[in-house]
């Protein structure tokens, strides 16, 4: 049994990151036949993309999925922990798979993601979670039939978490969520340690796969008919910082278009790393789309330092309006936080001003969500929630004023879109290069291509539009 160390997670050594490939234990293989699987996915887009890992490992050893976890034989919640919300709802979600374990002992159950990751989540899975079969982080996704394999043959209940940031795996096998647009991992883990954040405990220090193993993964599915990928990583923009070569972000985005891929995106960026070298790549290169998340957190210069960020309200808006007049069409993104400790009302209408400003495309907002072992848990928290509430509400009717704005902008433009599916209504959908929601009539045998479709209605959220002939 391997238990989280917060304090262990807290530490950088300077030890090279080895790169190993990924096998399946051999005694493992069948172990699923004649059983199925339901995953549940929390979180960000790297729990998305370990998601499609986890499934194809599970069916390399004969489970097959379904897509009603009361008809499962194994069921695995990949968790985040990034928001108490999203501990909320995993712990809501194990209450009912004890319900359902009740009337089908047989049921197997699995926790992993980064709620593993934390010290307090697995003590309490020890004391009132015994049904729990096992448990596993974000470091060894690569063991999950090895500790199936355990737990099938003992009975005992398996928990392994390494705090220690473990090397990179490549090879692993991947069940894509469709075939036309993809995720590929760039960076692992965080190295930033801002205040609020519980990240780089729970997915380790910044380590960056290599440049040509990246290129080699786009170029196989440029072959497989892929038509957009998205570089993933808690800080992209960071992208290797790690390694022994001189070979950085805006390199690998130059490397990657070269592929023909026909579409490029990258998540997260943190503005203290983002160059203008990179703001030159993404401006010439026409694969490398027009849409950028550059969170901010907060408008005010004083909460921004007890959030660690390391960059001023003014440092972030000379970048943002440098992108803004740099990258034709840009579309910009960001994540706002209210009510952090010790936000006063003067902080509050500084990021009120700064969004006036900026006047974003889109933006994610949140109330402060208190994380164990994060140096912000440590600081009074003097803000009613009634008040944190009314500012979330202040800053929301202001954001979507911007969005309904920005989208007003695109009507009666040619977009080109990317068809990814059917809405409940009938209509396609999909996404602009600004990566702006837009939805319209047409054939199913469009989905999976990139079309050319005439904006004619615009909303807060998402557009309307005809296809364009």
């Known amino acids: 049994m391997n238990l989280p160390n917060l304090l262990e997670a807290k530490k950088r050594n300077k030890d090279k990151v080895i790169k190993e490939f990924y096998k399946v234990n051999i005694n493992a293989k069948g172990i699923g036949i004649g059983k199925s699987y339901y995953v549940k996915t929390y979180g960000c887009q790297m729990n998305e993309h370990d998601t499609e890992n986890i499934k194809a490992m599970l069916e ?89 394999l355990e737990n099938f043959n003992t009975g005992n209940q398996v928990i392994e978490v ?120 993404i401006a010439k290169n026409k694969n490398i789309m027009p849409y950028i998340h550059l969170p901010v957190q907060s408008g005010s210069n004083r909460i921004l330092k007890l959030m660690g960020r390391r960059y001023t309200k003014e440092e972030y808006l000379t970048l943002f309006h440098k992108i803004r007049e740099r990258i034709p069409n840009c579309s910009i993104s960001t ?57 979330l509400y202040t800053l929301n009717d202001t954001l979507n004023k911007y969005f309904l704005e920005s989208n007003q902008k695109m009507l009666n433009k040619i977009v080109d879109v990317l068809v990814e599916g059917k809405n409940e209504k009938g209509k396609l959908f999909g996404y602009t290069d600004t990566n702006k929601l837009i939805n319209f009539a047409g054939d199913e045998n469009l989905i999976g291509n990139i079309i050319k479709v005439k904006v004619i209605e615009a909303k807060t959220w998402s557009l309307d539009g005809e296809i364009y002939e």
Not at 122 to 137: Q, T, W
Not at 344 to 372: G, H, M
Request: proline content about 3%.
């Open 335 to 391: 994540d706002i936080i209210v009510g952090f400790p010790n936000e006063t009302e003067e902080d509050f209408n500084e990021t009120l001003s700064l969004v006036n400003e900026c006047k974003f495309d889109n933006a994610f907002s949140f109330i402060y969500s208190p994380r164990e072992g994060t140096a912000a848990a440590k600081l009074k928290d003097d803000i009613t929630l009634e008040e944190k509430e009314q500012r």
């Open 60 to 148: 390399e050893v004969g489970f097959s999925e379904v897509d009603d976890y009361e008809k499962a034989d194994l069921v695995i919640l990949n968790t985040c922990s990034i928001r108490e919300n999203a501990h909320n709802k995993a712990f809501g979600m194990l209450g009912r798979l004890k319900h359902l374990k009740e009337s089908n002992p047989n049921l197997v159950i699995g926790l992993c993601g980064c709620m593993a990751q934390e010290e307090k989540v697995v003590d309490e899975i020890l004391k009132k979670y015994s049904f729990v079969n096992f448990v596993f982080g974000t470091h060894n996704i690569n063991r999950l039939s090895d500790l199936l």
């Open 162 to 281: 390494f705090s220690s940031e473990g090397n990179i795996i490549e090879d692993m096998p991947v069940k894509r969520q469709n075939s036309y647009k993809a995720y590929v991992n760039i960076i692992y883990g965080c190295d930033k340690f801002c205040t609020y954040c519980i990240v780089p405990f729970t997915r380790g220090k910044q380590r960056s796969r290599q440049p040509q193993d990246i290129i080699d993964e786009v170029k196989s599915l440029v072959n497989e008919g892929y038509k957009e990928v998205t570089l993933l990583g808690q800080n992209v923009n960071a992208y290797g910082k790690d390694l022994d070569i001189d070979y950085t972000m805006e390199d690998l985005l130059n490397d990657v278009s070269k592929t023909k891929i026909e579409r490029i995106r990258f998540v997260t960026s943190h503005p203290w790393d983002f160059t203008d070298e990179m703001i030159d790549v």
